[in-house]
């Protein structure tokens, strides 16, 4: 129990810091990405979902430059956008995409462990 509410509170405060990143800067993380036809999809595809929108773009541009290959072969972004983002703005983007994984994950297994224990 104790270690489920551990996780949980992890996987709340990397929610909140990416919604909060997205509500302060997710404008100019785009119109530094104006190339990459991903971003520029999602953001009509998204613009009108408010908030939650936002937050969405912004986990499309953490998934993207946390694998900036695959979206590269596939031309749906651009190596130049990629390059001028400024290094601490990736840094804490993929630093609280990686946590928000590494949270996820960590629920997932962890209620698969409870289960497995608790049925044996």
């Keep these: 129990m104790a270690v489920s509410l551990i996780i949980l509170t992890s996987l709340l405060i990397s929610i909140t810091a990416l919604t909060y990143i997205a509500y302060r800067q997710i404008e100019t993380l785009e119109s530094q990405l104006k190339n990459c036809r991903l971003v520029q999809g ?20 953490a998934g993207m430059l946390s694998t900036p290959n695959f979206y590269l072969r596939r031309n749906l972004a ?21 946590y928000l994984i590494l949270s996820c994950s960590s629920l997932a297994i962890s209620q698969g462990l409870t289960s497995y224990i608790d049925s044996h």
């Design 42 to 61: 999602n953001r009509s595809l998204y613009a009108c979902a408010g908030m939650l929108g936002k937050t969405m773009r912004l986990c499309m541009i």
């Design 78 to 98: 651009d190596a130049n956008d990629i390059r001028n983002i400024p290094k601490t703005t990736k840094r804490v983007i993929l630093f609280f995409w990686y």
